[in-house]
């Protein structure tokens, strides 16, 4: 089985800084996807950004970036310039792929960010 | 927007009474699943489904059941609530297209006192 472990509850960041949310997951799988999901006061559900396990450069999305440490099970999260509007929780999701079979997710605990003026 | 809506969005029962909450997508794709959030636990898949009548049990899936009937429906049922239930339900999908990645409805938060 799959475990994830986000280990910062919480964190605070003032706007325009970055911070690095941490994740480490343990898996004896080689072929899966790693995900990073906010979700907002509102409690919508929101993909972030992807990582493919066979891919060797770190995904990123405008903002947000992934440092992607397979070796040492690592997928840390980082938010550039961060904006009131990131103020969330964060979870880190992993999931293991089989062709032709359901692809589970497994979260972690998730950390809330708070972005302070 | 996926196209996934959930109803109730809230609900309060007591202990002992059947619920069901439903989930409806409209884009006829083929895998759809339920999670439970609660604190400290993240979410938690209850059961998945990957094809009309075809579902199976996730991790946390006792005292729950589904069904799927039609594409566009995926129906979570407590047969006979408890306070242990008490959670935040979301129902997700994944896009035939894009087979890794699931998106999510926007939650039923379920109260039982």
């Known amino acids: 089985a799959q475990t994830v472990t986000q280990s910062q509850p919480e964190m605070s960041v003032q706007e325009a800084e970055t911070v690095t949310l941490s994740c480490t997951y343990d898996t004896s799988e080689s072929n899966y996807y790693l995900f990073w999901y906010k979700q907002p006061p509102s409690r919508q559900m929101i993909l972030v950004i992807r990582q493919e396990a066979y891919k060797q450069q770190n995904a990123t999305e405008n903002r947000f970036s992934v440092n992607f440490q397979k070796a040492a099970k690592s997928f840390s999260l980082k938010i550039s310039d961060s904006q009131l509007g990131d103020t969330a929780m964060y979870f880190c999701a992993f999931m293991k792929f089989r062709t032709g079979t359901a692809s589970k997710l497994t979260f972690g605990t998730g950390t809330r960010l708070q972005v302070t003026l | 927007d996926a196209g996934i809506t959930q109803s109730p969005r809230h609900k309060v029962t007591e202990t002992g009474t059947p619920v069901t909450l439903r989930c409806h997508q409209t884009?006829?794709?083929?895998?759809m699943y339920w999670y439970r959030q609660d604190p400290g636990h993240g979410l938690r898949l209850i059961h998945y489904s990957y094809g009309v009548k075809d579902t199976d049990k996730g991790e946390v899936s006792d005292g729950y059941s589904v069904s799927r009937s039609k594409t566009e429906d995926f129906l979570l049922t407590l047969e006979s609530a408890t306070s242990s239930q008490t959670s935040v339900y979301f129902c997700?999908?994944?896009?035939?297209?894009?087979?890794?990645?699931?998106?999510f409805g926007p939650g039923t938060r379920l109260t039982v006192t």
């Open positions: 997700a999908i994944i896009r035939d297209s894009l087979f890794y990645e699931q998106y």
């Open positions: 884009e006829n794709h083929r895998y």
